[in-house]
């Protein structure tokens, strides 16, 4: 059989891809200095020289591959020239690739520090480009050799089968194989590997007791003597939220009128087999503890590990003097991205269960007497919250509105009101119809001047236009993102741009450090923003400017948390969760 036409043909493919691998290609090259010049330019969020290099070392590597591929195809396909490139052209190739590589390098730190002076960040320093290189080289080596394991295998395996079975048929199965082979070990062993180990090791931090979070003594905090959860059952993240809430006294030194202690139930994963038990438990608990009695109740949907974002609830507890109750269920033990992955349907099973239990219950209440009821959710929590609840439940008993901040990009009813926002309205920042119903928010406030007054639903994304986790779109790779074509936000760098392929992965590592921006930029929701939203949607009275503005001087101190988790592994008041 070797002596085939047919089967030396297909043989000869493979050798010219292996030696695409093996041997310098001048055109993998050209491309790969482009994708790799391409992955130092701007885009949402600041990288560090560690993740910047390890992405342009990807895109290097996916540029020579894309590169190699050409040339295996222009020689398979027996067009002139095919593995004989001239001097005249190769040799200035590599010139012009060493260019770009150089000239990519050289504009680098400008390029981060264009970012990070939007978001008010000191500048790199003069060694980042240096270090940047060598972690692209390192990666781009790695990626070269897995390149060439693959094609190896190939054509090993080709060469064994094809004693057997038909060439075509042989070089077929062995690239089906290595293909499967190699996304096996990717998905199926490493991903479920490092799951089950993120999973255990979530689990074991979660269950940590913090000697700085002792149990509370008062019977009516969650978790206190005559709780219905036990204070060890409510996992890091709930003893956080728990007992870090703001006392009566610390409102009424600020406020200089009488407040009541805010009301917080959590119910841990720990407290209840499934959904509905949890659910079930945390109104019990919420009654308990006379959370219907007050004026305002919010339904809050936590981040993957179970985290609620203290800039979102301490400064709400404020507006409202403590006359306010908040429960929330914890649906996982891993972070945010991971629970998307790994659990994504889990999240919204468990803040439909919670909003089915409590809502219930509330529409048995007299109108007149029972709390407003409002929906909070950040991130993951923010999609789940909005999974939450059916229109048509709800059409003759509405609740009173939502705060959704950094809504992940997948969140369906916020991409289907941002697609059909008003004509000549930005998508970072959409108007919808008159208003009455959906606002959108960012650092300066809402985009209408002067509103039409709000209906009897009021909801406000919060969204910043430097947040990726709002604003990626799988279309990125192929496609320049509209919000792109229209006046960027104040916090993104005028020298953003958009270039196939790399830019889909440059947003996909700025949704990884996405955490890791200043507050009040990318994915980090500052209080004094969720204070604006508050006002808005709960209605707040009896606070004049000069209040407003003293509280969100108020909340600017950070006051550092003695007890960050996962998701929020810094200042109590820095966002991190995701």
Not at 126 to 139: E, H, K, W
Not at 493 to 514: C, E, H, K, N
Not at 553 to 575: L, Q
Request: glycine letters at 8%.
């Amino acid at each position: 059989m070797s002596g085939n036409p047919t089967a030396r043909s297909t043989s000869r493919w493979l050798e010219i891809a292996a030696a695409g691998f093996g041997r310098f290609s001048w055109l993998g090259m050209l491309l790969g200095a482009l994708f790799f010049a391409s992955a130092l330019t701007p885009t949402l969020v600041p990288r560090d020289w560690l993740p910047q290099g390890a992405l342009a070392g990807l895109c290097l590597f996916i540029g020579y591959a894309v590169g190699v591929f050409f040339s295996w195809l222009w020689a398979y396909l027996g067009l002139p020239g095919g593995n004989t490139i001239p001097a005249l052209i190769r040799y200035p190739a590599i010139a012009i690739s060493l260019g770009f590589v150089v000239n990519s390098l050289w504009h680098s730190a400008a390029w981060q520090n264009s970012v990070r002076a939007a978001m008010g960040m000191p500048p790199v320093d003069s060694a980042n480009p240096f270090a940047v290189c060598g972690v692209a080289i390192l990666t781009f080596t790695i990626l070269l050799a897995f390149g060439r394991l693959a094609i190896g295998l190939v054509a090993m395996l080709d060469q064994r089968m094809r004693h057997y079975i038909p060439r075509r048929v042989a070089v077929i199965l062995a690239v089906t194989f290595t293909g499967l082979l190699f996304w096996s070990l990717a998905s199926d062993v490493l991903a479920r590997t490092v799951f089950r180990l993120l999973d255990a090791s979530y689990r074991q931090y979660d269950a940590l007791l913090e000697p700085e979070r002792p149990r509370p003594l008062q019977s009516g905090k969650t978790g206190g003597p005559a709780s219905l959860i036990a204070w060890n059952e409510l996992g890091r993240a709930g003893r956080e939220f728990v007992a870090s809430a703001p006392h009566a006294s610390d409102i009424s030194a600020l406020t200089g009128r009488p407040a009541l202690e805010p009301v917080r139930v959590y119910v841990g994963l720990q407290s209840g087999k499934t959904p509905e038990d949890r659910a079930r438990l945390a109104l019990e608990e919420l009654k308990r503890q006379g959370g219907f009695s007050r004026s305002v109740l919010i339904l809050i949907t936590p981040t993957g590990t179970g985290w609620i974002d203290p800039a979102a609830m301490d400064t709400v507890e404020y507006l409202h003097e403590g006359d306010i109750a908040s429960v929330a269920v914890q649906y996982s033990y891993l972070s945010s991205p991971l629970s998307l992955l790994a659990q994504s349907r889990y999240g919204a099973e468990t803040a439909r269960a919670l909003f089915s239990q409590i809502y219930g219950y509330w529409t048995t209440l007299p109108r007149d007497k029972r709390p407003r009821l409002y929906l909070q959710g950040l991130s993951l929590g923010a999609m789940n919250s909005e999974l939450s609840t059916r229109l048509f439940e709800m059409i003759d008993d509405p609740i009173q509105g939502a705060v959704w901040s950094g809504p992940p990009f997948v969140s369906t009813t916020w991409q289907n009101i941002t697609e059909d926002r008003n004509p000549g309205s930005l998508v970072r920042l959409p108007q919808f119809r008159d208003g009455r119903l959906v606002r959108f928010m960012d650092q300066d406030g809402f985009p209408q001047k002067e509103p039409r007054p709000w209906g009897p639903i009021r909801i406000v994304y919060l969204q910043y236009a430097s947040d990726p986790i709002v604003f990626f779109n799988f279309q990125d790779f192929y496609k320049s993102p509209n919000w792109m074509s229209e006046p960027l936000g104040h916090d993104v760098s005028p020298q953003l741009r958009w270039y196939p392929i790399v830019t889909g992965f440059q947003l996909i590592l700025d949704m990884l450090v996405a955490n890791k921006t200043p507050m009040g930029f990318g994915h980090v929701y500052a209080p004094q923003h969720y204070i604006d939203a508050w006002v808005a949607v709960t209605d707040v009275r009896g606070w004049s400017e000069d209040q407003l503005l003293a509280l969100k001087k108020h909340f600017e101190t950070p006051k550092i948390s003695s007890a960050p988790t996962k998701d929020d592994p810094g200042s109590i008041y820095e966002g991190r969760g995701g």
